[in-house]
T-cell receptor
Framework: NAGVTQTPKFQVLKTGQSMTLQCAQD?????MYWYRQDPGMGLRLIYY???????DKGEVPNGYNVSRLNKREFSLRLESAAPSQTSVYFC?????????????FGNGTRLTVT | AQTVTQSQPEMSVQEAETVTLSCTYD???????LFWYKQPPSRQMILVIR??????QNATENRFSVNFQKAAKSFSLKISDSQLGDAAMYFCAYSNMNRDDKIIFGKGTRLHILP
């Protein structure tokens, strides 16, 4: 009963380094999301994917790229990390239109960029 | 664009007392969903309660209930008999009923439980 699995849990990068955050869900959900959480800012949407093969920008997409590899997996890539990208990142999935399907979250990744 | 506002960054309540967290939202849609999520220190995001806009009856889940005022676009969360385990960050969230629409969060309210 895994739900949404997100890796890694913690990561420290130096400015300019790249990395990919992985996310997979086993609930057969169509929609997947990447949020970042910063103190006093709540959760802000970076990118989302309404279905396999589609991705759309959210509120704060700059500096990020995403790939919806298949229905299960949705990865977030930082090509050249900046200190402003220090944050906690959450992947989530949902099935909108199905009885008000809520978001199911991964456990988050704490990323520090020095 | 839809927005969600939580006007109370922090609140405190005595253990066993009742507390109400406020949330207002802005939308031009008539059908939508509203949620409250809890985030304890473990960082995990936990669904507390949800409300369908077309239902007039307020949702309840054990000690958690909402006061949904559709005309006022208000969706407050009431926690009765507060317990130490209720200490967390609480987020209000809004979702359209359309398949492609994203879920929008407020900035959160940090709730402290005083023993």
């Amino acid at each position: 009963n895994a739900g949404v699995t997100q890796t890694p849990k913690f990561q420290v990068l130096k400015t300019g380094q790249s990395m990919t955050l992985q996310c997979a869900q086993d609930m057969n959900h169509n929609s997947m999301y990447w949020y970042r959480q910063d103190p006093g800012m709540g959760l802000r949407l970076i990118y989302y994917s309404a279905s396999e093969g589609t991705t759309d920008k959210g509120e704060v997409p700059n500096g990020y790229n995403v790939s919806r590899l298949n229905k299960r997996e949705f990865s977030l890539r930082l090509e050249s990390a900046a200190p402003s990208q220090t944050s906690v990142y959450f992947c989530a999935s949902s099935e909108p239109g199905v009885s008000g399907s809520p978001l199911h979250f991964g456990n988050g990744t704490r990323l520090t960029v020095t | 664009a839809q927005t969600v506002t939580q006007s109370q960054p922090e609140m405190s309540v005595q253990e066993a007392e009742t507390v109400t967290l406020s949330c207002t939202y802005d939308t031009s849609e008539s059908d939508y969903y509203l949620f409250w999520y809890k985030q304890p220190p473990s960082r995990q995001m936990i669904l507390v309660i949800r409300q369908e806009a077309y239902k007039q009856q307020n949702a309840t889940e054990n000690r958690f209930s909402v006061n949904f005022q559709k005309a006022a676009k208000s969706f407050s969360l009431k926690i009765s008999d507060s317990q130490l385990g209720d200490a967390a960050m609480y987020f209000c969230a809004y979702s359209n009923m359309n398949r492609d629409d994203k879920i929008i969060f407020g900035k959160g309210t940090r709730l402290h439980i005083l023993p």
